[in-house]
C-alpha cells in the first residue's frame, strides 16, 4: 500500500506541499501532508480548554471520574482537522494519524502510565487495515515514558452514531466494550485513553466505565479533536 507517500498537495486545499517542492519523503511531518498555510493554521492550536471538554463529556457521563479531560482542536466543518481526520479514517494514511500524535506530546499528563486507544470492531479494523486511535496513541507515546495498552476491545460492531440523538448513542455502545487480557497491567496505573473525536463522549463513557473494572488510578481522556 503506497498511500501513505501519496500526498504531494494539501490534504485540505490541494495547494502544493512542502514534499512536493522538495521532493522529499518525510511521512512522519505533518508538512507531508499540509501546505504551508494549513500546517501554520494546525500549528495554532485551537482546541476548547478542558472546562468545556468535560461539560460535553459529563452530559452523557457525569458520573464517571475523570482526572484531565481534554481535546487537541475543536473539529470544525470544513477545517484542515476534519480534512486531517477525514484522510486518516478514510484515505489508509495511517502514518498521518501517528504524526498528528506526535504533534500534540505536549498535552500528555505528566504521569501517563499507559495510554489506552478506543478500539475498532474486528471487522471495521479488518476493513480499515489499522485503528486510527492506535496510530494516535502510537505518536503520543514515541519518544515518551509511556506505553501504549490495548486494555479494551469492541465485543460488537457498533452502528454509526451520525443521525442519533444522545440517548441513542447511549444505547448504542453500552456493553460494546470489555476488558483484554493485557488490562491487568493498568491496575493501579495512571491511564489516558485516546480517540480521534469525541462528539457526545457517549463512546468514551462506556470505554471509560470498562476500564474502571480494571480499577486504575486514575483516568484521563484525550481526543485529537471534539465537536462543537
Ligand atoms: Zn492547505
Do not use: W
Amino acid at each position: 500500500m503506497l498511500s501513505f507517500l501519496l500526498p504531494e498537495r494539501c490534504i485540505h486545499c490541494e495547494r502544493p506541499t512542502e514534499f512536493s517542492r522538495s521532493g522529499i519523503v518525510d511521512t512522519h511531518k505533518l508538512t507531508h501532508y499540509l501546505c504551508e498555510i494549513c500546517f501554520r493554521i494546525i500549528q495554532r492550536r485551537d482546541g476548547p480548554d478542558e472546562s468545556t471538554v468535560r461539560d460535553q463529556f459529563q452530559i452523557t457521563a457525569s458520573a464517571l471520574p475523570i482526572e484531565h479531560c481534554m481535546a487537541a482542536y475543536s473539529f470544525m466543518m470544513e477545517s484542515p482537522i476534519q480534512s486531517i481526520i477525514h484522510a486518516f479514517k478514510y484515505s489508509g494514511m495511517t502514518r498521518l494519524a501517528e504524526c498528528c500524535g506526535r504533534s500534540i506530546v505536549t498535552m500528555l499528563p505528566g504521569k501517563t502510565d499507559f495510554i489506552i486507544p478506543v478500539p475498532l470492531h474486528r471487522t471495521r479494523f479488518a476493513e480499515r487495515g489499522y485503528n486510527q486511535a492506535e496510530s494516535l496513541a502510537d505518536g503520543l507515546a514515541k519518544d515518551t515514558k509511556t506505553a501504549v495498552l490495548c486494555a479494551v476491545k469492541r465485543t460488537r460492531p457498533t452502528p454509526s452514531q451520525t443521525n442519533l440523538s444522545i440517548p441513542e448513542r447511549i444505547e448504542n455502545v453500552r456493553g460494546a466494550f470489555a476488558l483484554t487480557r493485557l488490562a491487568y497491567a493498568a491496575k493501579g496505573k495512571q491511564v489516558l485513553i485516546v480517540d480521534d473525536v469525541m462528539t457526545t463522549g457517549s463512546t468514551l463513557a462506556s470505554v471509560v466505565e470498562t476500564i474502571m473494572e480494571a480499577k486504575p488510578a486514575t483516568i484521563s481522556i484525550l481526543t485529537l479533536a471534539m465537536a462543537v
